[in-house]
């Protein structure tokens, strides 16, 4: 491990980091107590119970249990810990988990990590990468067991609802400190979250309604406006359906589409390079993609048919209801190459349909061909859980100096990459009036050719990697690495550049985004690029080697 420093001048078994020593010392602790069920058992609440802990040397592999059906990866090569599981009783018809890492090298701070879809599982895997960090690391269940596409769990169920939309989070993290604090007898000098998709609506979730919990945030992709982001979902996979039907799109012509739109999109924001900077810029036209007199299904040619091309509309433009209502962005251009998962099946995503069906109770035999604007409405009324992320007044937050930094990949194919700017828009319109300067304390990134949270098209080899939320648990083996291999500084890790901007008050005016050749193995750097606080974009500067991010800055759009 080059990037450590073993300061044996200074102090005795302090690891410091050579490119930001301030952020990060760890410092070999004692515990107060051991890693046993007793020494926790006495910190706890009585609707609280240590489920099991395990004392892990060096290097070793937490086994997940079995059963964990939503994180199933066993995280390897971890530093020693003490690893516990909290079961807590939420209310008489629900309870939640949380599992807690305790470093024995702590950086005196502490992160929790988010989840995904509607998984009910403990986020191992991004507890590690954060306990490679040094942070006391902690994931909720958000109170049930599932994979992230099975709703099933809510129905006529309001507590685990609830515990699913804010509590089993913020309960976890008081909990979780409290532990913390005891075991190291010691208290915490900084709180940080780091959550993608659903984790990111759990991060703006927690900034809204308990501002008290964290410091810094790094919230991705958002998936803050449940209510409207789970009916869209129905909406859109209904543009490409029945299956049968003239208007259907095969998956197999996907690819024709999203190769229509780079030719098209790459070079409008002024550079030709397979990465498509500014989406929302380029005046897509789509019949370039018509098919001639002698094709009527263009699987073979890669053309579409004029009733393929009004599909081909649908999924490219706002979801807009009765009276001009705005309900829910499209789908980005260069989003295509995720298409398949909600517009490629014989029905539309379960993520979609078994919202109404479980969390609105309309049960199972609902058919998601009664969708219509009303389930909308229902939705918004009953919002069940409290899910939405949608209190724009984040100015308790702001007022107590946190930090947030949101982000999105604009080839995003499971939510709309325009969602998280609908939300950074609605913040400025909120506080603006109010006063309340939004840039000191809220940026937000897009990530040109990011796909959902983590990854690029083959085809389009964008740098996308910046240690965001659930990025470092793709790269091998999985659990043992961490923030940005070779860069590991506030320029190009986004966790790190939170909490220089927390620590430090260095706030990010750009992130350097890495591609490596493969990316799994993070062997040769291919390509860097600055990524951008919105609205600003990065800009080629007009010569030497665009895969260099010295060549790039970032410019006003507007
Ligand atoms: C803790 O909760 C998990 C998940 O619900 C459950 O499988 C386990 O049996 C519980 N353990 C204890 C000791 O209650
Ligand atoms: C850690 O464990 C793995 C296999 O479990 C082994 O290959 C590796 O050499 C070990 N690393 C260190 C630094 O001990
Ligand atoms: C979660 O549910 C699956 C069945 O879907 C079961 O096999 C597993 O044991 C459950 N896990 C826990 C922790 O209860
Ligand atoms: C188009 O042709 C392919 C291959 O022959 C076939 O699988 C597909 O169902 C056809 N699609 C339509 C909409 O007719
Ligand atoms: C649309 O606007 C009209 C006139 O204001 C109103 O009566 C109607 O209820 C609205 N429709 C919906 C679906 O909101
Ligand atoms: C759902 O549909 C099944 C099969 O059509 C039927 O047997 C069942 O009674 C229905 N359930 C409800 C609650 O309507
Ligand atoms: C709209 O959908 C709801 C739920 O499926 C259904 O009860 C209602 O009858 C529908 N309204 C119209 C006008 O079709
Ligand atoms: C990256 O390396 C892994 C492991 O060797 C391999 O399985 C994978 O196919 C490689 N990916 C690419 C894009 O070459
Ligand atoms: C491009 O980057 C290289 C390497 O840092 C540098 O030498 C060169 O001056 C840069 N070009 C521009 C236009 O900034």
Known sequence: MDFFRYDSMRQRNTKVFLTSALLLTTTTTTSAFDCTPPGFEAHLPSNARIAYTRDLPSNSTFHVPTGDIAYPTSPQGLPALCAVQVNVTSSPSSAFSFGLFLPQDWNDRFLAVGNGGFAGGINWLDMAAGVQYGFASMSTDTGHNSTSGDISWAYHEPEKQTDFGYRAMHESVVLAKRLAKAYYDCEMKYSYYSGCSTGGRQGLKEVQMFPEDFDGLLAGAPAWWTSHLQLWTIKAGLYNLPTTAEHHIPPSLFPAVEKEVLRQCD????????????????????????????????????????????????????????????????????????????????????????????????????????????????????????????????????????????????????????????????????????????????????????????????????????????????????????????????????????????????????????????????????????????????????????????????????
């Not at 649908?314 to 398949?340: K, R």
């Not at 930090?403 to 700017?421: H, N, R, V």
């Not at 389009?460 to 240690?467: E, G, L, S, T």
């Not at 965001?468 to 091998?476: C, I, M, S």
């Open 267 to 558: 070079a409008q924001d002024g550079l030709k390079d397979g990465i498509i900077s500014d989406p929302a810029r380029c005046d897509f036209f789509a019949e370039a993609l018509l098919c001639g007199p002698d094709i009527k299904n263009g699987t073979k040619a890669g053309c579409l048919t004029p009733a393929q091309i009004s599909t081909l509309y649908n999924i490219q433009n706002n979801y807009v209801d009765a009276n001009q209502t705005f309900v829910f962005p499209h789908l980005e251009l260069g989003s295509e190459s995720q298409w398949d998962v909600l517009l490629g099946l014989p029905e539309p995503s379960p993520l979609g349909y078994e919202y109404p069906q479980y969390m609105l109770g309309f049960g199972a035999n609902w058919s998601f061909y009664d969708f219509n604007y009303s389930v909308v409405q229902d939705a918004d009324r009953l919002d069940p859980g409290n899910c939405n992320a949608d209190d724009f007044d984040l100015s308790p937050f702001a007022k107590k100096g946190g930090k947030l930094l949101t982000y999105q990949g604009y080839a995003d194919g499971l939510i709309p990459s325009g969602s998280s700017i609908v939300f950074y828009k609605e913040v400025l319109k909120t506080l603006k009036p109010k006063g309340v300067k939004v840039d000191p304390f809220f940026r937000h990134f897009m990530v040109p050719g990011m796909q959902h949270c983590t990854g690029t098209p083959p085809d389009v080899n964008a740098p996308w990697y910046f240690a965001g939320a659930n990025q470092a648990g793709t790269l091998t083996p999985p659990g043992s690495v961490h923030s940005v291999p070779g860069f590991q500084d506030p320029q190009h890790d986004a966790l790190l550049a939170v909490m220089q901007w927390t620590e430090h008050g260095i706030a990010p005016d750009s992130i350097v985004a890495t591609k490596w050749r493969n990316d799994t193995l993070y062997d040769e750097v291919w390509k860097q690029r600055k990524i951008c606080p919105y609205p600003k974009q990065a800009r080629y500067k007009g010569s030497g080697d665009t895969d260099l991010s010295e060549n790039w800055s970032c410019e006003p759009l507007y």
